[in-house]
């Protein structure tokens, strides 16, 4: 019986330097997409929302979910590149650049579309609706709970949407609360307070009663709401959120051009046989 030879394949399709470089870089997402990733079922398990299915009907403000969405789909775009590259799988690594130019093109619709409509209104509005949501489940779920206090405490130093009045809509904060017993009732929570110097425990009761008749002018809270800290905020560093995006955008165009597998009838092929 003849011995079978074995063929080795001499040629790649890249060179061993770019292949690795590309191996490694996705890597990298790879590992810190699953941390994220785990993050987000830790605290989806944490909060027992495998379980309790009444929870998801504000789902899209969910942080854990946001982290889950994100995570998974860097996940898999990491996965996808570091194991495309390393063994030079065409079929992966064209899946990885209409992946990656898929998200460039959203990427870049999203922002032009945020150009065109921020004379009307509509991205104000679309703030508006989800701090409103914020603040109307606001006890119910930790994890919202402690991103808008650190939206109001740490990250924009404001209160409500408009001011302080905002938290009316809170059932907790609620002046009307007062009837049902609520200690919360026609206060604030403690991050609207502004930090006193020299303080080193922030004093968790400091919101109570700050929006009762007759309480002192001086309140010690942020007066000024958040949908207009977040415009200054913006405004203030327009130069480094506009270099940050062109540097994001930049950094995947770089990407799409080093994939290997780019070629135009490598592609087609594939999609022609599924």
Known sequence: MPAVRKYRRETSEISCCLKYLLFTSNVFI??????????GIWAWSEKDMFRNIAKLSFIALDPAF???ILGGITFLLGFMGSVGALRENTCLLAAYAIFLSILLIAEIGFCALAFVLKDKGWIKDQA????KAFIRHYREDADQQNLIDWIQEDWLQCCGIDGPKDWDSNNYFNCSSIAIG????????FSCCRRRPQELIKNKQCGYDVRKEGYPVDRNIHERGCL??????????LISVAAACVGLLMLQVLKDQNVPSFRFYYICSILLRI
Not at 30 to 39: D, H, K, P, R
Not at 182 to 189: F, I, K, L, W
């Open 30 to 39: 790879f590992v810190a997409a699953l941390m994220v990733l785990s993050v």
């Open 66 to 68: 946001v982290l889950i």
């Open 128 to 131: 508006t609706e989800g701090l």
């Open 182 to 189: 609520s200690r919360e009732a026609c206060g604030v929570p």
């Open 228 to 237: 207009r800290a977040g415009e200054d905020w913006l405004e203030a560093h």
